[in-house]
């Protein structure tokens, strides 16, 4: 079955570190997104790619990096410089000219330890 | 800038009541419009969309009409179910360039037997 498979479920940053949420598509999508979600505040756009090779920073882009060396694959860094990173975080894919209907994985908790 | 306003949640509501949950938009031009459903535990999945005035998006059994002189686009479901008790997000594309989209906070549905 295609989809967007998200890894870990659950994850526990301590302070100061590094860590990377994996995202892989099978659909064959061209673009892929990063979201943030925490609650009561609804989704918000980190990053976003709509090639291989390409991407562009969303709302909250500070404290967060990523690649997109595959077209399968969107991994999202939460680097030390984020203050504040445990949130619910959904990656998404989507393919023109349908590029507004997103696939969604079933997202990655981080906490912080 | 674009914005998605929702009523806030919790909604809770009897099996078979009649479900309303109201969303009004801000943007300029002609945006398209969109309902995604979050179960829990899970990612969003898009459950409607309209993409110009007067158009009616509908699945499920829930319904949303885009009614431009009001900017709103009000999910609606005749008989709601207890499998219906998710998160409903509203959503907007502003339908210029590449462009991604705007949610809502989202609206937590609860429905008991």
């Known amino acids: 079955d295609g989809g967007i498979t998200q890894s870990p479920k659950y994850l526990f940053r301590k302070e100061g570190q590094n860590v990377t949420l994996s995202c892989e598509q099978n659909l064959n999508h061209d673009a892929m997104y990063w979201y943030r979600q925490d609650p009561g505040q609804g989704l918000r756009l980190i990053y976003y790619s709509q090639i291989v090779n390409d991407f562009q920073k969303g709302d909250i882009a500070e404290g967060y990096s990523v690649s997109r060396e595959k077209k399968e694959s969107f991994p999202l860094t939460v680097t030390s410089a984020q203050k504040n990173p445990t949130a619910f975080y959904l990656c998404?894919?989507?393919?023109?000219?349908?590029?507004?209907?997103?696939?969604f994985g079933s997202g990655t908790q981080l906490s912080v330890l | 800038g674009d914005s998605v306003t929702q009523m806030e949640g919790p909604v809770t509501l009897s099996e078979e009541a009649f479900l309303t949950i109201n969303c009004t938009y801000t943007?300029?031009?002609?945006?398209?419009l969109f309902w995604y459903v979050q179960y829990p535990g899970e990612g969003l999945q898009l459950l409607l969309k309209a993409t110009k005035a007067d158009d009616k998006g509908s699945n499920k059994g829930f319904e949303a009409t885009y009614r431009k002189e009001t900017t709103s686009f009000h999910l609606e479901k005749g008989s709601v179910q207890v499998s219906d008790s998710a998160v409903y997000f509203c959503?907007?594309?502003?339908?210029?360039?590449?462009?991604?989209?705007?949610f809502g906070k989202g609206t937590m549905l609860l429905v008991s037997p």
């Open positions: 943007a300029t031009g002609y945006p398209s």
């Open positions: 998404a894919s989507s393919m023109s000219p349908d590029r507004e209907k997103l696939f």
């Open positions: 959503a907007l594309s502003p339908n210029s360039g590449y462009s991604t989209l705007t």
